[in-house]
């Protein structure tokens, strides 16, 4: 079974500081997505990573960006927190089986509070 | 506009009856896939089931079936047997062929399996 680490689990930060979240895929897989969910906007697609080069890029301000290192371990960063940035943050990554069955695995999330 | 619609926030079922969770989507792209994922209070993203656009066959995984009704794009997942473990926040979502990894989601369905 495809397995997807994120750390850390839990982070609080004030506003104005910045934030950076790690994201570790099983080894091999060379893509990874970001997602922010929230209760008022739900689960929003943020960027999407594959062999170190970001290919697709959601409707986020210039303060949150990503990148992505040789080992496909991610990392995304939040400058300039705030309030609303307060989310669970998850990762993810695609997996394509027999017959083109495809599946996304998704990490534990690391749930963010700006205070 | 919105691209995944779920038209029933939440949802109440029997124990050991089935229930159907409601999913429509919007997409002019002929190559696409569904995916149902299921969100406990613990925040996991787990992974139900998928249904690529030219499957020919509803997909099946265990308890869970999905009713893909491609020309009412229409994608109602059908749990049967609930049972009380299945309460939980209930996300459809699709991928359109362009997208590479992205997945836009629904808002969710919230079921409460009840004894």
């Known amino acids: 079974k495809a397995g997807v680490t994120q750390t850390p689990r839990y982070l609080i930060k004030t506003r104005g500081q910045q934030v950076t979240l790690s994201c570790s895929p099983i080894?091999?897989?060379?893509?990874v997505s970001w997602y922010q969910q929230t209760p008022g906007q739900g689960l929003q697609f943020l960027f999407e990573y594959f062999s170190e080069t970001q290919r697709n890029k959601g409707n986020f301000p210039g303060r949150f960006s990503g990148r992505q290192f040789s080992n496909s371990r991610s990392e995304m960063n939040v400058s300039t927190l705030e309030l609303g940035d307060s989310a669970l943050y998850l990762c993810?990554?695609?997996?394509?089986?027999?017959?083109?069955?495809?599946?996304?695995?998704f990490g534990p999330g690391t749930r963010l509070l700006v205070l | 506009a919105q691209k995944i619609t779920q038209t029933q926030p939440g949802m109440f079922v029997q124990e050991k009856e089935a229930v159907t969770l409601d999913c429509t989507y919007d997409?002019?792209?002929?190559?696409?896939?569904l995916f149902w994922y299921k969100q406990p209070s613990s925040g996991e993203m787990i992974f139900l089931i998928y249904q690529g656009s030219y499957d020919q066959q509803n997909a099946t995984e265990g308890r869970y079936s999905l009713n893909f009704q491609k020309a009412r794009k229409s994608a109602n997942l059908v749990i049967s047997a609930s049972q009380l473990g299945d309460s939980a926040m209930y996300f459809c979502?699709?991928?359109?062929?362009?997208?590479?990894?992205?997945?836009?989601f629904g808002p969710g369905t919230s079921l409460s399996v009840i004894p």
């Open positions: 993810a990554i695609r997996t394509v089986g027999a017959g083109g069955r495809e599946t996304q695995y």
């Open positions: 997409t002019s792209d002929p190559s696409y896939g």
């Open positions: 979502a699709m991928r359109e062929g362009t997208s590479y990894d992205k997945v836009i």
């Open positions: 080894s091999g897989h060379r893509s």
